[in-house]
């Protein structure tokens, strides 16, 4: 969340952000809210001096046999007063809260002008799009005749949007993820670390996803506990609440599914796997000190190229304009793969830097060389997200027969396989 301290410094830029991200707010409301917490505020702070002064000279004038009951009386009253002041000043103090929750993080200097996608900044490319000799097949045509995806079944087992992955098409999806743990893990620096799939109210309010997004997740709610959208939520709050003993930087990776309704989406289905509602994703997230995170975010971006570098996929890195930025980024950029049968690019990765917003709602802290208490910069990025990545390696790697050529980098998760063929007719 955003400091009241800048919201009533920068109230110009805060109008100006929602307005671009076509969000409400009531800022008059929320600095009338802070002027009088802070007013009650003072006027107990006098009170409670009042108080300690007044307590002082009792003690004077009772020590020299004086007769305080009457004074002592008056301070009970004022006793009262101040323990009602202090619930009314708690009480604004939630209100103030909640409405800070609400409010979206400011963009960097660095993030470019624009109200939605179209004004996003191509940062730069990589590869060129396969020329194919043949018209490309679509992952959907691929992987049914292959055996890989069974979308009918998956649609009796959860509805549209819950894939199914079978015997090589499974054993794609396990080796995708354990090829980029192993790259994050071995050569990026990353810990693995393997957390819960769902998590509860606090750890989705301390990354941002509540109260804003919740009808875009799944509840439980007999135990009031949420499936994660993405691994960001408890690899991010694993540090809440807390001072965090470590040296900073700390980049911690982990698999899981995830879990999106994608609320909205209703008429914009589409069959196969591009818009589905479970996915599994590698993520990685850093914990670092304020005043390198902007270079952590470039590294950050680096390691999810690396991959698809390593997988042979062209891709192109766009830089988020402010109005397509996420509720908690204050810079982002989207990796977008090349599909051939969608004639299309895929969004594969997110990496974000969030600076202080994360870490101020989950209070995630650490001590600078000083020994000052700060709060520290979050980030997080996909390292990255199937089931896209699948679309992608189908298509850019099929072949004229319907077999698909399994990239090198995958070769060693398949046993040395190194081409999916179609079942022999009968």
Request: charged share 25%; aromatic share 8%; proline share 5%.
């Amino acid at each position: 969340m955003l400091d009241i301290k800048t919201i009533r410094e920068r109230t110009g830029e805060v109008r100006a952000v929602l307005k671009i991200k076509r969000m409400e707010a009531d800022l008059d409301g929320l600095l009338a809210l802070d002027q009088s917490r802070r007013a009650l505020l003072t006027e107990v702070d006098a009170m409670k001096n009042q108080r300690n002064v007044v307590s002082k000279q009792l003690g004077e004038v009772k020590k020299g046999g004086g007769d305080i009951a009457g004074p002592q009386q008056a301070m009970r009253a004022l006793g009262d007063r101040i323990a009602d002041m202090d619930r009314q000043a708690a009480a604004l103090e939630a209100q103030l809260q909640d409405f800070l929750l609400r409010i979206p993080n400011l963009p960097h200097a660095g993030v470019p002008a624009g109200a939605g996608s179209e004004q996003n900044v191509i940062a730069r490319t990589w590869g060129e799009p396969r020329a194919f000799a043949f018209k490309p097949q679509g992952h959907v045509a691929l992987g049914e005749a292959l055996g890989l995806l069974d979308f009918e079944r998956a649609a009796r087992l959860a509805g549209a949007g819950f894939p199914l992955y079978v015997g090589l098409g499974a054993r794609l999806e396990r080796a995708l993820i354990q090829f980029m743990l192993d790259l994050h893990t071995r050569e990026h620096g990353y810990t693995e670390v393997s957390t819960p799939f769902v998590v509860n109210r606090a750890a989705m309010t301390g990354t941002g996803q509540l109260p804003k997004m919740a009808e875009d997740m799944y509840h439980v709610d007999a135990d009031d506990l949420w499936l994660i959208p993405t691994a960001e939520v408890p690899v991010t709050n694993i540090y809440r609440e807390e001072i965090i003993q470590r040296p900073l930087p700390i980049y911690l990776t982990a698999y899981s599914p995830c879990f999106r309704r994608e609320a909205g989406a209703a008429g914009r289905e589409t069959r196969g796997l591009i818009r589905v509602h479970q996915f599994d994703k590698v993520e990685m997230v850093k914990f670092v000190a304020p005043e390198n995170s902007y270079d952590e975010l470039e590294k950050l971006v680096r390691d999810a190229e690396d991959v698809l570098q390593r997988l042979g996929l062209c891709y192109r890195v766009l830089l988020l304009c402010q109005g397509d930025l996420s509720f908690a980024a204050a810079k982002c950029y989207d990796i977008e793969l090349w599909a051939p049968g969608q004639n299309a690019w895929l969004e594969v990765s997110s990496c974000s830097n969030f600076e202080d917003f994360q870490a101020r709602r989950a209070q995630i802290r650490y001590r600078d060389a000083t020994g000052k208490v700060r709060f520290v910069h979050t980030l997080n990025g996909s390292g990255v997200a199937l089931a896209r990545l699948v679309v992608a390696i189908l298509e850019n790697y099929q072949e004229a027969d319907g077999s698909i050529t399994i990239p090198e980098a995958l070769r060693p998760y398949f046993g040395g396989l190194a081409k999916i063929a179609p079942p022999p007719k009968p």
